[in-house]
């Protein structure tokens, strides 16, 4: 799927309701969730992966994304109710119910068993509520076989050094401004958007 309709397809899905800050709901803009997910395509396709787990799946365009370019299978993992009948509302509209699981709970409830090639998020930052990445990290590190996609502030010092620790390898990639909606806006230092990065994080080959 070309780009441009990969970001159109995205920026259409049913909009995640941003009620409840103190959980850090942000919805990844269309364009930017196209281009990056597009991007990791290129360099390891999703057809060639089991599947993958999109941790605080929000209106699930991460995931989505991914079934769109060719992965066979995508579990959401959403804590909130009423995100997830969002979720489950933007998985019918693509007609992808029959590859998609939707886990309503919270991430570090999740145990050994769920585990697939990839995973990718765009977790909470910890701006509300420091460290409020620390159980999407562990919960990636449990759930994960190979890679981690993670998107998070472009300062966010910590990625590295954890991901070491973890004994997974670290590359942090691509950078991205993300439009924020205007009732976040305070957030930000730059009015309207929040300077955020990619990283892919890779077990070491045996
Ligand atoms: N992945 C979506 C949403 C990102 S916002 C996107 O990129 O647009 C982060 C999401 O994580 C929110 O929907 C929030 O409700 C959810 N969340 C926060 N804490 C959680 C937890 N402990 N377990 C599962 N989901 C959680």
């Not at 959403?78 to 009948?85: G, H, L, S």
């Not at 701006?127 to 990636?140: E, G, I």
């Amino acid at each position: 799927m070309r780009m441009r309709k990969l970001a159109m397809t995205l920026s259409q899905l049913p909009r995640h309701p941003l009620k409840d800050a103190a959980l850090e709901q942000y919805g990844t803009d269309g364009e930017v969730a196209a281009k990056w997910v597009a991007s990791i395509d290129m360099k390891k396709p999703f057809e060639e992966v089991d599947g993958v787990i999109d941790l605080g799946a929000g209106n699930g365009i991460l995931g989505i994304a991914a079934l769109l370019l060719g992965a066979p299978h995508a579990v959401f993992v959403e804590i909130d109710y009423e995100v997830c009948e969002v979720l489950q509302e933007s998985i019918k509209s693509m007609g992808f119910n029959d590859r998609c699981r939707i886990i309503n709970g919270d991430v570090s409830d999740l145990g050994d068993e769920l585990v697939h090639d990839v995973v990718i998020m765009n977790p909470p930052w910890g701006r509300q509520t420091p460290k409020a990445d620390r159980p999407f990290l562990l919960a990636a590190n449990r759930c994960a076989r190979s890679t981690i996609h993670l998107l998070h502030g472009r300062g966010a010092a910590h990625i590295d050094p954890w991901a070491e620790e973890n004994g997974w390898i670290s590359n942090r990639w691509m950078e991205a401004d993300l439009p924020l909606p205007a009732t976040y806006a305070h957030h930000s230092r730059k009015r309207g958007s929040t300077e955020a990065a990619m990283w892919w994080l890779e077990r070491p080959a045996r």
